[in-house]
């Protein structure tokens, strides 16, 4: 605190820097900047050392742009040991690679210490056994072999003159041996092979300039894109119309790289096939050719060869898509899948906003395809006509004849469908959690599966488990919330009676349009996602919530019907409709989003979603019977009233434990709250109508919870207790 004043004449020695401070600041020092260069190393600058330097860079650069989890550090120590080799040879500066891959390490996501001891071992293997770089070299070789041979076609000697026909003699004496005479021929075939071979031939033949070819002039820049979240490529298929992310092993890059390969090495044959040396060659078979011809014939053939040898061996195939990641554009999963009002088909995109259907562009940066083509023809015509088995499903889903009065089953059918179309649309901006509840055997799932399997698996997660929603973290797995990234439809199958809403959960995954969720896949780091899907929880009786206005607003109930369908009226519905009726149920719920959009937006509505009366009657039915367990024991089994003396915190812990065990038998124990959340909710009930919480003071500022003044347990006899609980 205040400012520091300098004393004159005081006579004051500054205290020796401890010797460990010092150490730590040089160690500190070293990783932290880059190192100075020394005039031991500058002999190297007569090997090219520019070169080794963009080198150098370019295998740290490999190691910085691997954001995937799973061998950074293998990829850091066998780079950082071929730079060190090039170190020991002279040709640059060990301090600097230390530098360069320090950095690099650290911002692939290694941390400090470990990218430290994996240098420093590289390091020590490095510098053991030096080797120069000269695959630059090598490849500028070629480049001048094969600009002499095409810029001086071979010439007949001055011995052997022109080719007149008529047969000479070898060196040799021998007259009956042939002696070929190359003839003036121009070394390029022409044609298109010699067009596309001079533009290969523009890059040297090695694999950072043949990586900028690739993307250059294949379309690789267009085509290609690094995801740096998940550490692989995102290439765009023309052919479907859409973004595909790329496995670990580069599969759908490589087989783009792989075909441009195959163009070249097969033009480099047939341009060889025609070449002067080549004919040489042939000829000495039959032929006396010198010596050095041969030889020289054999280096130019290498030389037209060295474009495309960098294609054809795994090393160098491997090489350039390494460099292509340097090269392209970057991305992460939030570039993709932004559009929530876009759907791609076979034969199209659907955009719902306009209702019109056009053709694929990359701009759209959509991941998903639905693999069926959209005829919204289908959508004029009514559904029991073009899809009657799907409009039994759902009719029959949401009453059985009698249940309901028709005004209101109808009303359930158009909320069912208009549900179905709106979980088409790629965001949630409804921000609600759809509930079906309903008896067993009406075919609930089924229309959810229905739905789900003509999206496709791109689209539709119909295997999310209820432990993504309820509380009990421990039976949940973060890698399990994965499935959710690029979704649309999420069903949830199945809850059971008990299970209790983990309002964290529900509030993260029904968000409005444009909020992110991080997701973390097996063995991977999280990545951030938008949410795209909406959720739809199928279930007997609905499950239980800590009931706060943010899990309300946020509840659809749909009440369907409560009679099973008898097993003679059970067929395979939903084989019958995939296969005989998908392209007319897709139409119908391309069009119900399409009503979904217009009158949430163009008639400025509240929802577009319908809601009827008794789904609001339900909804105000399920809030009001779903209080805390605590609160309801506290109903029905304590009397309150001033006056009344002390009732123990452990008494009241014991009858609630007996009341769960006669009225909710099927809970289980990590769905029922603990003895500290059970003494923390009834504590809640201080000051209500002349309840007392007692607290004891423990020393520390700690306090015990002792019980309630005020609530009375109301009377269970022995034998009562005996014959109801067994106990």
């Known amino acids: 605190t205040g400012q520091y004043t300098w004393q004159e004449g005081a006579e004051l020695d500054i205290p020796v820097l401890p010797a460990w401070v010092a150490e730590e600041v040089r160690r500190r020092e070293k990783a932290g900047r880059r190192a100075p260069s020394t005039a031991v190393w500058t002999k190297g600058q007569d090997a090219g050392a520019d070169e080794v330097g963009a080198r150098v860079g370019e295998l740290a ?15 850091l120590l066998t780079n950082a040991r071929m730079a060190f080799q090039y170190a020991a040879a002279g040709q640059i500066d060990p ?15 290694l941390g400090e210490a470990e990218c430290r001891h994996t240098v420093g071992n590289a390091r020590g293997y ?24 095409k810029g001086t076609p071979v010439q007949a000697t001055e011995d052997e003159g022109p ?18 005479v190359p003839p003036v021929v121009p070394p390029s075939s022409g044609g298109e092979d010699g067009a596309f071979m001079d533009g290969v031939r523009r890059y040297p033949p090695d694999q950072m300039n043949q990586a900028r070819y690739f993307c250059d002039h294949d379309g690789a820049r267009l085509l290609l894109r690094w995801n740096l979240s998940a550490g692989t490529y995102m290439v765009y298929d023309m052919e479907r119309g859409h973004w595909r992310q790329d496995d670990a092993k580069h599969t759908l890059a490589g087989s783009r790289l792989t075909e441009l390969g195959i163009r070249i090495s097969d033009a480099t044959e047939r341009e060889v096939a025609a070449s002067l040396p080549a004919m040489t060659l042939k000829a000495a078979r039959t032929a006396k050719i010198k010596k050095e011809e041969v030889t020289a014939a054999k280096q130019e053939i290498n030389g037209m060869r060295a474009w495309a040898k960098v294609y054809t061996t795994a090393g160098s195939h491997n090489g350039i898509l390494n460099y292509t990641r340097t090269i392209v554009d970057h991305c992460t999963a939030l570039d993709f899948d932004t559009h929530s009002a876009l759907m791609n088909f076979r034969n199209g995109t659907y955009d719902v906003r306009t209702g019109q259907l056009r053709a694929h562009t990359m701009n759209d940066m959509l991941t998903h395809q639905v693999g069926h083509e959209l005829d919204m023809g289908l959508a004029d015509k009514p559904l029991e006509e073009v899809a009657p088995h799907f409009h039994k499903l759902v009719t029959r889903m949401c009453a059985a004849p009698g249940e309901v009065t028709p005004e209101a089953h109808e009303k359930r059918v158009q909320a069912v469908l208009r549900l179905l179309g709106y979980t088409l649309h790629g965001s949630n901006p409804e921000k609600t959690m759809a509930v079906f509840v309903g008896g067993t055997a009406i075919g609930k799932n089924q229309a959810l599966e229905v739905a789900g399997q003509l999206l496709g698996n791109q689209l539709a997660w119909l295997g999310a488990r209820p432990q993504l929603l309820i509380e009990g973290k421990s039976e949940r797995h973060d890698a399990d919330e994965y499935g959710l990234a690029g979704r649309r439809l999420v069903l949830v199958n199945e809850m059971r009676e008990g299970q209790v809403l983990d309002e964290g959960q529900v509030l993260r995954f029904v968000g409005p349009e444009g909020t992110q969720v991080g997701l973390r896949r097996m063995r991977q780091d999280r990545e951030d996602h938008w949410i795209t899907w909406t959720m739809c929880v199928t279930t007997n009786e609905l499950p239980r919530s800590r009931m706060t206005p943010q899990i309300i607003n946020r509840l659809t109930i749909m009440q369907l019907s409560q009679v099973p369908v008898p097993r003679s009226e059970q067929y395979d519905i939903k084989a019958a409709i995939l296969t005989e009726e998908g392209p007319a149920v897709l139409a119908h719920l391309v069009a119900q989003w399409r009503a979904w959009y217009t009158a949430k937006h163009t008639e400025h ?14 909804l105000g039915t399920y809030t009001e019977s779903n209080r805390p367990l605590e609160l309801e024991f506290m109903d029905e089994c304590t009397e309150r009233g001033i006056g009344i003396p002390l009732t123990g915190a452990a008494d009241l812990w014991g009858r609630f434990q007996l009341w769960v065990k006669e009225q909710h038998p099927n809970l289980r124990k990590e769905e029922l ?18 309840v007392e919480a007692v607290m004891e003071a423990k020393g520390g500022g700690r306090f015990q919870f002792r019980g309630l003044r005020g609530v009375r347990l109301l009377p269970l006899s022995v034998s009562d207790m005996a014959r109801r609980y067994g106990a």
Do not use: H
């Open 126 to 149: 490095g510098m053991a056994k030096p080797r120069p770089w000269t695959a630059r070299g090598s490849a500028q070789e070629a480049t001048a072999l094969y600009q002499t041979w």
């Open 673 to 690: 709250p603990g003895r500290n959340a059970f003494y923390a909710s009834i504590r809640g009930l201080d000051g209500q109508d002349g």
């Open 95 to 109: 301090g600097e690679v230390e530098y360069l891959f320090m950095q690099a390490g650290m911002s692939c996501g």
């Open 61 to 75: 650069d490999e190691v910085a742009f691997n954001r995937g989890e799973g061998g950074r550090n293998n990829q």
């Open 605 to 618: 509505s509240s929802t577009g979603l319908i809601r009827s009366e008794e789904m609001e009657e339900s």
């Open 163 to 180: 080719d007149t026909g008529e047969e000479k003699e070898g060196e040799d004496g021998d007259a009956d041996e042939a002696v070929f």
